[in-house]
């Protein structure tokens, strides 16, 4: 579970042990994810999975750890700072290494190692459509898992799938609102247990191959590819 520490990470983390499974929390922040595989009894690798040399080192401590892999999850991601086009060019770099090129490089190494299973992307709303966005390399980035996803399908034994959440109340979000307008109406949002059943029922679908489901707040969750 890559970004497991908080949010959307750590109700995932949360579901799978609750339903037996032994999960793994990879996160680049060691305080909380230590903090947060302790109540919920998972176990902790810090890893920033922008840089090769960890990810390598994740899996192959993962592998230690659980005595095999089966499920992936990517979920580390986010932005934060100015933006594309007025954002320094090694800034949405980042942004893009974060949420596209880790996402293919774990992925990656997952279809490599693992026999048979499942990988998991966490996307975003901001991946589909046509509307503007305010962080248009994260969007980018985001439509790029979307047809990651697709494009590939599955890989021997191992199938890919994508949950596009919408605002969903996280950490992560609550810092995004703090610096909205006072007043400022975000509408609806998910909490992160209800981003956690969709994953795990994809989980369990061994049918679910290359798809893609959107989740919003109230609403039906919607395949989408």
């Not at 305080?31 to 890893?47: C, K």
């Not at 994740?58 to 991601?77: H, Q, T, W």
């Not at 490089?105 to 992307?121: F, K, M, P, Y």
Request: glycine share 12%; with cysteine; hydrophobic share 45%.
């Amino acid at each position: 579970m890559t970004g497991g520490a908080a949010g959307i990470g750590r109700g995932i983390s949360e579901l799978l042990i609750q339903e037996g499974a032994r999960v793994v929390i990879a996160d680049v922040d060691e305080q909380t994810g230590r903090r947060a595989a302790a109540e919920i009894g998972a176990s902790f690798i810090r890893a920033d999975v922008t840089k090769d040399e960890d990810l390598r080192r994740l899996f192959d401590e993962a592998e230690l750890a659980l005595g095999g892999i089966s499920v992936v999850v990517n979920n580390a991601g986010g932005v934060e700072g100015p933006s594309y086009p007025m954002a320094p060019a090694e800034e949405w770099s980042a942004v893009i290494d974060l949420n596209l090129r880790a996402v293919m490089r774990v992925t990656q190494l997952a279809l490599d190692r693992i026999e048979a299973g499942v990988v998991v992307s966490i996307a975003s709303v901001a991946g589909l459509g046509d509307e503007t966005h305010a962080a248009p390399e994260y969007a980018a980035a985001k439509a790029g898992v979307v047809r990651l996803t697709s494009a590939v399908g599955a890989h021997g034994g191992v199938r890919l799938v994508c949950v596009c959440p919408d605002s969903t109340r996280t950490p992560a979000m609550a810092r995004t609102l703090a610096a909205r307008p006072p007043g400022f109406d975000p509408g609806p949002m998910l909490e992160p247990g209800e981003v956690a059943e969709v994953v795990a029922g994809l989980i369990r679908d061994d049918s679910a191959r290359g798809r893609v489901v959107l989740v919003r707040a109230g609403a039906p969750v919607q395949v989408i590819a």
